[in-house]
């Protein structure tokens, strides 16, 4: 990366926070799901009750390994839970099971590297750990209470922590490689990965080294629910970072949060205390053993990891780059490709419109393509109906859009709006007669060789047919009629 | 009937099936019992008398229709009250938890419900289990059933007394450091810490969860394998529960223990043993070398070490145990001007002394900085003890020491001196350090107190142990001595 001489060098580095997705909590049978009444997925264990006792759950363990392998990590054939001593009202046992790291005790998988791409060039970003811990309950500010709630529904949920060196160089290169971690978490189906709704959380800390290669004092910010907002908030972080170096003040060392609507970062205003966590091995769990066979029966279950699915796209129908790269930024969106190919076999054509129509529908709605009405099924219904001219492209991205909004089939929607392609030449030639009749002056210049009035003339009849008419029946028509 | 309602908990079961007498008349007889010498002995928190008397007449009338019964139908048992029991008070003899009851039963609760046992009650201990004595109780201590004016020990005082004074046949406690062992010893009965991981603790309200342990409290050794067969085994709801089948204790006892060797641990006969304590364990070898049992010497260089790191080890987890004790979802919760003062306030009540200095040590040696001065340290202790239990069991099947350098100390007389307190245990602590199963047993008096031998198991051999005591037992009659309440 390109640094002009004398301005700082930023490092970043990130926590990545990732909610598994298993049917039940980490520690207890209890059931994971949102929008459930406050308080009625819990039980004594989650509700951290005096004698209840934390049974792991395995399938979160499996999801770790998942991603352990997908990042080329480590897998530590033994690891150790922790307690991580605080209290807050949303902690039960005021102490948050975890996997701490130091001497002897090692998390669930260290060492590890995602390969991004930036600036047009492949670039590895290390992981420094993968860890497994549970989540805490969620205060609730209730409208008109004095005090504050807590809901234990999210007490003990499944929670992945992903840790990478300060490898990162600046805050587009953080967007890329959380766009490239959650596509990750996506295809090996760890994780939803949506931001918006907490199930992908990320902290960064951010600091800049000078020209002197002396680092500056880093800050954490925290509170981004996007990844364009861990983007704005790094840029908003170092410009400050850089102002405070330029003008020669400290950097101090705290925790930030970000202000999406003001577009700002801030300091907490109480005082920072340097917490002390007390670490301690969880006398409750017995250290996870990971064997051999078990790790194979995750290998075994890995699904296809983006690059794979990249690749095997290109090679099986026959896609550029950029097409497969468009198709594969989710699970959802190369499943619904392949799915659409097995009902409409000419993948170039079902290609361009999920990158073209679709992805401009899912861009202007900020929305996703599982998130939609619209299905494999019915898209390949759609695409039948231009090869068969019973539609003009035209009237088909039209069609899409109704049918998406609408939550219905194209036939439906052809069939409610009469917008059925006219093809029939008795109908089409009585519309082109009168068209001609009422505009001899194109008429003529058509004959004088100007194939512009050409146009015109097929513009008028569409116009005239409400843009139903058949465009390739038209201008032969047309042809024919004006003699030219 | 003699002089106290019930001699055993299998002569009661034999007595209902052969219909000598039945579960109905026990219970009252028991709460008779109670009735006489409650008042003096203090040896429960809550007694649910009209729970017990409403289960004894179904017992009483599937026993009458000659139908088959699990192996407790119809015993009263008493808890001690870290127990958790369903929709029942729960107080682990703290402030805390005043008031406070679980919407679940314990492990070893639901066990002994399928296996019939009627629950009479939940007895005294101190707070959360922290001490030797039972005075640490919240709710007043419990008196020796020898002399009113001693402690019955600690801290599952009250399941001990309750079997010594004749109020029920068995009772279950937990073993941190010695806490079934110590009271079983002061008070004359049966205690059985069984090795780590043998019995489920679910639903036992933690102190130190690496060492806790919950186990039987018995006047005999049969008795307590009979409790033990009914509570142990694996639980899916506790990990460190261990995966080995269960020990079929009570089966084991036939076969006679001739030819094992008994290690005697030389080191705890040094200074600090009552004469007349060391006279009575010298007393009870020579009466197992008579049983044809090799007497062995060992040694256990680390005993000394032993008692200040269960000190920082202990507190460290109870620390992190009982931070959940804020005044914000259940218990006692005192108002304070904000979150933190709300927690200081609620604490500051909640907890008694002991508790408090327990925590304070705890959250000390895990603070950043004294981590590996202390709790990490200490895990090294730990690992030592360990191993030299394990050289002592290559020249011995079981190990002896006493349970307690002396019998039962006067109420009060060490409340002020915390060492001295912590002292009663430094025999039975080494034992939880090591995950080892012990067993106490009465061998004696020293001044009209009684005295308890300790035998120490190999892993998941209390098999062993409690064939040897069984033998001791029928060479014996110490365990037949009453104390004057009862």
Redesign the interface.
Known sequence: MATPAGAPRTVVGLEIHVQLLTASKMFCGCAVSFGAPPNTLVCPVCLGLPGALPVLNRRAVDLGLRTALALGCRIHPRSQFHRKNYFYPDLPKNYQISQYEYAGHPPLATGGALEIVTEGARRLVRIRRVHLEEDTGRLVHAEGASGSLVDFNRSGVPLMEIVTEPDLRSPAEAREFLTALRRLLQFAEVSSGRMEEGTLRCDANVSLVGDDGVPGIRTEVKNMNSIRAVERALAYEVARQAEARRRGEAVVQETRHWDERRGVTFGSRSKEEAQDYRYFPEPDLVPLEVDEAWLERVRASLPELPAARRDRLMAAFGLGGADADRLTASPAMARFFEETVAAFPDARVVANWLVGEVAAYLNEHGTEIDAITLTPRRLADLLRLIEDGTLSGRLAKEILVAMIKDDLDAVAVVEARGLRQISDEAALGRIVEEVLAAHPGPVADVRAGKDRALGFLVGQVMKATGGRANPEAVNRLLRERVGS | MPETPFETARGLVAAYRAQRTRPSEAVEAALAQVERHEPRVRAFLHLDAERARTEAAAWDRRYAAGEDTPPLAGVPVALKD???TRGAP?T?GSRI?EG?R???D?TVVARLRTAGAILLGKTNLDEFAMGSSTENSAFGPTRNPWDLSRVPGGSSGGSAAAVAAGFVPLALGSDTGGSIRLPAGFCGVVGLKPTYGRVS??????F???LDQIGPLARDVEDCALLLDAIAGPD?????SARVPPPQARAALGAAPRGLRVGVVTDAFGAGVAPGVAAAIREALRTLEGLGLAIEEVALPTLEAALPAYYLLAP??A??NL??Y?G???GLRAAGAD??DT?RQTRRRGFGPEVKRRIMLG?YA???GY?DAY?LRAQKVRTLVARDFERAFARADVVVMPVAPTPAFAIGERAADPLQMYLADVFTIPVNLAGLPGLALPCGFDGGLPVGLQLIGRPFDEATLLRVGHAYQQATDWHRRRPPVA
């Open positions: 870290n127990l958790c729960t682990c938890l406070w679980p919407p679940y314990a603790r679910y639903g036992l309200v933690a130190a969860s690496s899916p709801l506790d990990t460190t460290a987890e620390s992190a931070a959940r804020d914000m979802r259940y979150l933190v927690y959250t895990l603070s950043a981590y709790y």
